[in-house]
């Protein structure tokens, strides 16, 4: 294993070493010390399935269906994952490198070292998720993305695109925001006890008036108000 300090955390990752090819994913059972790459597009519907130690490199895999699926040790990286719906699994010092998540639902996922890097979040939804270890994004797109009940304490996003980003009611204790622009996202009442550099102080501001569409005088188009009669 080998760690990767970012902010105010550090992850601990994989290290992955002697892994042996595999062509396919059958549904369920468990999967040690593998290798799968493919450039070829697939459904997958696995359930209950263990993946522990491995590399998935180029899983183009659209409309498919994770469920009750565990990961231990396992890197994605350039992999095309859109429209993918996740629920009900537990991710432990897992990576998620450079791969297209639009429009994916991950519901009820356990977070433990998970590091998604230069990721393609857009649309997504992401819903009940809890960090209960460290949690990093970054520089990863989530235009237009919804956070629903979620606790990412002690999570960090770093450079990454929040334009129109929505976060609802959850925990966001030392949640890292540093590094963000703040500006455009959405549902910044929710965002509690989070972390901000003091310049970004103004980005909140501006996404709570607009979020709240609060006017100013010199922006009306009524007259000025004259006074009582």
């Known amino acids: 294993m080998h760690s990767r300090t970012l902010g105010r955390l550090t992850l601990t990752l994989p290290t992955l070493d002697a892994l042996s090819h595999v062509t396919s994913f059958d549904n369920g059972g468990a999967f040690l010390d593998f290798h799968y790459t493919s450039a070829d597009p697939v459904e997958l519907s696995l359930t209950g399935t263990h993946f522990v130690t491995g590399r998935i490199t180029g899983l183009s895999a659209r409309r498919s269906r994770f469920d009750n699926i565990r990961l231990?040790?396992?890197?994605?990286?350039?992999?095309?994952?859109?429209?993918?719906?996740?629920?009900?699994?537990?991710?432990?010092?897992?990576?998620?490198?450079?791969?297209?998540?639009?429009?994916?639902?991950?519901?009820?996922?356990?977070?433990?070292?998970?590091?998604?890097?230069?990721?393609?979040?857009?649309?997504?939804?992401?819903?009940?998720?809890?960090?209960?270890?460290?949690?990093?994004?970054?520089?990863?797109?989530?235009?237009?993305?919804?956070?629903?009940?979620?606790?990412?304490?002690?999570?960090?996003?770093?450079?990454?695109g929040l334009r129109h980003t929505t976060f609802t009611a959850g925990t966001y204790h030392r949640t890292d925001l540093r590094g963000n622009n703040l500006s455009a996202l959405?549902?910044?009442?929710?965002?509690?006890?989070?972390?901000?550099?003091?310049?970004?102080?103004?980005?909140?501001?501006?996404?709570?008036?607009?979020?709240?569409?609060?006017?100013?005088?010199d922006t009306l188009d009524d007259p000025p108000a004259t006074g009582m009669p």
């Open 72 to 160: 231990d040790s396992v890197e994605f990286t350039g992999c095309d994952l859109t429209s993918l719906r996740w629920t009900d699994s537990r991710l432990t010092r897992t990576v998620f490198r450079d791969c297209k998540l639009t429009g994916a639902v991950l519901e009820r996922l356990t977070l433990d070292n998970v590091l998604f890097e230069g990721c393609t979040l857009t649309y997504a939804v992401l819903a009940h998720l809890r960090a209960t270890g460290p949690l990093a994004l970054v520089r990863c797109d989530l235009t237009e993305a919804a956070f629903t009940r979620c606790d990412l304490s002690g999570a960090h996003l770093e450079a990454c």
């Open 186 to 217: 959405r549902g910044a009442g929710a965002l509690k006890q989070v972390i901000i550099d003091r310049p970004q102080h103004a980005d909140l501001t501006h996404a709570l008036t607009t979020e709240l569409d609060i006017a100013f005088p």
